[in-house]
């Protein structure tokens, strides 16, 4: 059977203590992979995909829990972003340690936070600074 070529993939994206695990849903079959880089998740779930649904997967739009965001993106300040979305920081670390778990609201209000300082930082320009 030929592969087909699909582009974008949801790929959600949730952290254990040492793996990261991964999950698709193509043609309402719900495929599952670990591994220990999200590179390595990314190319599991590609090959599984190619195996179980015979389809390519170009790329993925990507879902993290807190876990695994705050572990993929360690250099954000986990309590500058919970003081932007009007959170204790103690709650948020609680969450990206995976203790806690948001609701869903909470969930979005982080995101809403997060992608603030994104645009902020959109926005940055530097320059070489010029020797006297």
Known sequence: ?????IGKHLLIIEMT???YWG?????????????????GLKKKI???????EKIYIDSFDISY???AFFEQYCYLNISNIAK??????????????????PSEKRVKEIEVA?????RELSKVKLHKREIV
Not at 1 to 5: D, E, G, L, P, V
Request: hydrophobic share 40%; no cysteine; proline share 2%.
């Open 1 to 5: 059977m030929k592969k087909r070529k």
């Open 17 to 19: 203590d040492v793996d």
């Open 23 to 39: 999950r698709v849903d193509i043609n309402n079959n719900l495929i599952i992979e670990s591994s220990t880089t999200i590179d």
């Open 46 to 52: 590609k090959k599984a995909a190619e195996r179980i």
């Open 65 to 67: 829990d807190l876990t």
């Open 84 to 101: 932007r979305a009007n959170i204790s920081p103690l709650l948020m670390r609680q969450y990206s340690a995976g203790i806690k778990f």
């Open 114 to 118: 997060i992608k603030e300082i994104g």
